[in-house]
């Protein structure tokens, strides 16, 4: 039997202090390699909690956590990360910026100039390797954190709210860069969003999670050929599968406009 690439069992996170908030209860996964996996539920139900717990970089409470067979215990190798703003350092240009996880694990980065090409390639940014950031769009911006992120091979690719701050536009065209990308790499995906539409669309499966403290409220397998095109989102199928969702939201009463919860 194959490792999966996350795997989670009763996992819990409660924070110190006075009023010793319990951001994650009881979460069960076991998310196989390859897969795009959505996060989706309310603001503050521990969806972002728990991929920092994935990443390191927050310690569980309790259950066991472990990345590709091994317990976190900080940082697994292995691993990216690209968060709701790009992060990306403004007095360098995209290429210096891509290499950066490869200069922290001081490594050579002459060895991956043609990775940072091909990243570039896939990316659309091949004519703006030596530019700097200020001179890019959002969209662009965030394309350049996610080649990043992909620099060093990571096999699972933690997105936590990464077009959050993007228009409605800018992010249907990232959602259909990320997939096309993701059916290049076939890297694990961990993907948190507050969209319906947006998990239905990108991920394989749909992990929906409660109010805090947060709990796997359920897990919805998204039966849809790919590559999927944005028009997809106007087919019955994938109406049964948002329609589903938002019913759960509904039940708990949190639901807002335009499918986000």
Known sequence: MSV?????????????????????????????????????????????????????LENITGGELDVNGKAVNGPPDGIGMVFQRDALLEWRSIRRNILLPVEFAKKSPSVYQDKVDHLLDLTGLRD??????????????????????????????????PFGALDAFTRDQMNVELQRIWMETRNTILFVTHGISEAVYLGDVVMVFSPRPG????????????????SIRETPEFGRYTAHIRGLFEEMGLIGDKGTV
Do not use: W
């Not at 030596?130 to 965030?142: T, V």
């Open 4 to 56: 999966a690439a996350v795997h989670a069992r009763n996992v819990s996170k409660q924070y110190p202090g006075s009023r010793g908030v319990q951001a994650l209860s009881g979460v069960n996964a076991d998310i196989p390699a390859g897969r795009f996996v959505s996060i989706l539920g309310p603001s503050g139900c521990g969806k972002s909690t728990f991929l920092r717990c994935v990443a390191g």
């Open 215 to 230: 709990r796997l409220l359920e897990t919805i397998t998204i039966d849809l050929p790919r590559p999927r095109p944005l």
């Open 128 to 161: 703006f390797g030596n530019s700097y950031p200020r001179e890019l769009s959002g969209g662009m911006r965030q394309r350049a954190a996610i080649c990043r992120a992909l620099v060093d091979d990571p096999s699972l690719l933690l997105m936590d709210e």
